[in-house]
């Protein structure tokens, strides 16, 4: 089972960044994903959650508006399109596979600043 995240980098305020997920190993479309993010001595935060068929979305209220999260079930991947970053988006982000079991991924670094 893998979880590979990619696409963080640094970037401006404001700015955009698309983070992908690429899963392998179990029946991705039969979990739901989410996106956790974790900051600097803070405790891990769940931001986006999808359902196993893309139709259901939740956020975080801190990134409600700005964040998109979306599945592709046949290329076995979940994205985040962020928008509008700000500094306090700053945090790895990690993505996670839950049904019976949970799976995690390794994280991708996000640094919003000028």
């Known amino acids: 089972v893998q979880l590979v995240e990619s696409g963080g980098g640094l970037v401006q305020p404001g700015g955009s960044l698309r983070l992908s997920c690429a899963a392998s190993?179990?029946?991705?479309?039969?979990?739901?994903m989410k996106w956790y993010r974790q900051a600097p001595g803070k405790e891990r935060e769940l931001v986006a959650t999808?359902?196993?068929?893309?139709?259901?979305?939740i956020y975080a209220t801190s990134v409600n508006g700005r964040f998109t999260i979306s599945r592709d079930n046949a290329k076995n991947t979940v994205y985040l399109q962020m928008n509008s970053l700000k500094a306090e988006d700053t945090a790895v982000y990690y993505c996670?596979?839950?049904?019976?079991?949970?799976?995690w991924g390794q994280g991708t670094q996000v640094t919003v600043a000028s």
């Open positions: 999808i359902g196993s068929t893309g139709g259901v979305t």
């Open positions: 996670q596979a839950s049904s019976n079991v949970v799976y």
């Open positions: 190993g179990f029946t991705f479309s039969g979990y739901g």
